[in-house]
Each structure stands twice: as C-alpha cells, then as structure tokens.
C-alpha cells in the first residue's frame, strides 16, 4: 500500500506557485475509483525497520512526513522485529503547522520502543505545553547523549538549512558524519522564459530529448519525455545528478552562465544545443 499527504491549499492561493496549488486542488477533488498515474518510490532515505543500534529521527516543519511511513512500518511488525529503540525529535512553528499530530501521538502509544519529542518555535496562546509540545524554541540536541555510545544511525528530513545546521551540531556532539543521512526539501527557482527550446543529445546513444522553459530544469525535461537521468539528488544525495558537458553551455537557475565541462541538471537549462554524457 502506498499513502501520500498533500496539504490542502485553494487554487488560487496567492503563496504557492500556480502550478502547486492547482495540484494541492485537484488532489484533494479525487475520489475513490479514480485513476491517477504515479511513479514508485525512489531513493536510498530507508531508516533500518530492525536491527540493535538506536534510530535517530530529526524532523522540521512537513519534513516530518517520510518518518511517518518509517513509523507505520514499524507499527505493523512484530516487537522482537522491530528497531530496538527509537528517537524522534521534530519541529515546527506551533499547533497550526503540526503535521501529523494526532497520527503522531497515536503510534508513540503503539510503540514503547518509540520516544517522541516535540518543539514548537513560535507556539500559539492555544497551544498545550506538555500535551501539544514539549518545549518552546529551537530542537535540543541533549536528548540523543544517552544513546550516543551505541552509535545510533541518524536521519534528517526538513529544509536545507535545516539539514545543513542539524549536521554540523550533530557531527559538533559526537555523532560520526558517516552515519547521519539527509533529505533536503526545497522549491526550485523560477526557471528563466527567454530561453529558447534546445534539442538534449545523450552521448554515446542515440537518446535525445527537446528541452522548452515551461519544462523547468534538464532534469525535469528529460524525465517529462521519460528519459531517465540520475537523480539521486531529488531524496537527498547531492551532486548526483551531475553529468558531463560534451557539446554546448548551459546555465544554472538565476541566470548564471556555468563555464565548467560538468552540470548539475537539477539546476541547469540549456543556452545552445547540448550532448550530455552519463
């Protein structure tokens, strides 16, 4: 079974792209019955379900949303199946943007193994502390020393300066860089409209895609006309989506002209013709 949560905004919600928010309309107007085509799930983000080292989870805002498939799975294991313990610390602003509250107090009950701590940031008037929080103000670190000498994997899921800062506090604490895994959520920056449609030649094969603004990125384009390119960069392994510049110039988002022989395709559009090689 697969789920997905898609948080309901109006279709001319003037804070989100026209683009999302027809999307967040559209999804919420499905009904049971109705067809959708979607692709499976992708990406090495996988919290281990079993095994005797702690689990580490650092959530921010709608970050929390991967760790809450990670918990249902482990709700429908056994409990000798199940990892030995389980620390999840998440964050968010207060009670309006809690994601997931009531599902969340739900499986700590279901999950002894499981040790939930909640921080809002800028908690409401209405706002329950203890009972809808834990604590006002930033994530505090001091919750993972006692598990520090079992070695516990850690997984960050939130905004990239999220990840970026809960990183270097972690590794500052004592926490080994090698064991702590990321998933960044960030929206793209418009892509420039001057831009002219470029044809996109794979080197070595005889693939080719048409690249238009309206496609967004190089890697957009391409997985639009069902070419698959690296993208392991989508959950969280940055610069994977790297490729080499045989022929022709592209630019990064923003307009920046990249003079180097590699691009980032999660970031770049083509300016002339392009060949690229995997």
């Known amino acids: 079974m697969l789920s997905i949560a898609v948080k309901k905004r109006p279709a001319d919600d003037p804070g989100l ?22 692709e ?14 702690p689990v580490m989870l650092l959530a921010a805002g709608i970050g929390i949303t991967p760790f809450v498939g990670y918990l249902e799975a482990l709700a429908r294991r056994q409990p000798a199946e199940r990892a030995a313990k389980v620390l999840l610390l998440y964050g968010c602003r207060n009670g309006g943007e809690h994601a997931f509250a009531r599902r969340l107090r739900e499986l700590a009950r279901l999950l002894p193994e499981l040790e939930l701590v909640t ?36 997984y960050l899921c939130g905004s990239p300066d999220f990840t970026t800062s809960l990183t270097t506090r972690l590794v500052e604490r004592g926490v080994p860089r090698f064991d702590i895994f990321t998933e960044a959520f960030a929206s793209p920056p418009p892509v420039p409209r001057t831009l002219k449609p470029q044809t996109v030649h794979i080197a070595d094969s005889k693939k080719s895609f048409t690249w238009t603004p309206e496609l967004g990125t190089l890697l957009d384009a391409a997985q639009a006309a069902g070419l698959p390119l690296p993208s392991g960069c989508r959950v969280g392994q940055c610069e994977s989506c790297l490729m080499r510049i ?15 022989d590699h691009c980032l395709t999660c970031q770049s559009v083509p300016l002339s013709e392009l060949t690229l090689a995997l």
């Open 119 to 154: 921080a809002y940031s800028v908690p409401c008037p209405q706002d329950r502390c203890p009972g809808d929080y834990d604590y006002a103000g930033r994530l505090d670190l001091s919750a993972i020393d006692p598990l520090l000498p079992q070695r516990p994997l850690t």
């Open 17 to 38: 792209a026209p683009d999302a928010a027809r999307l967040s309309d559209q999804l919420h107007r499905l009904s049971v019955g109705d067809k959708v085509q979607i």
């Open 40 to 53: 499976p799930p992708k990406g090495i983000f996988t919290p281990p379900l079993s095994g005797r080292r």
């Open 246 to 260: 045989v022929d022709g110039n592209v630019a990064r988002l923003g307009g920046e002209h990249d003079a180097s």
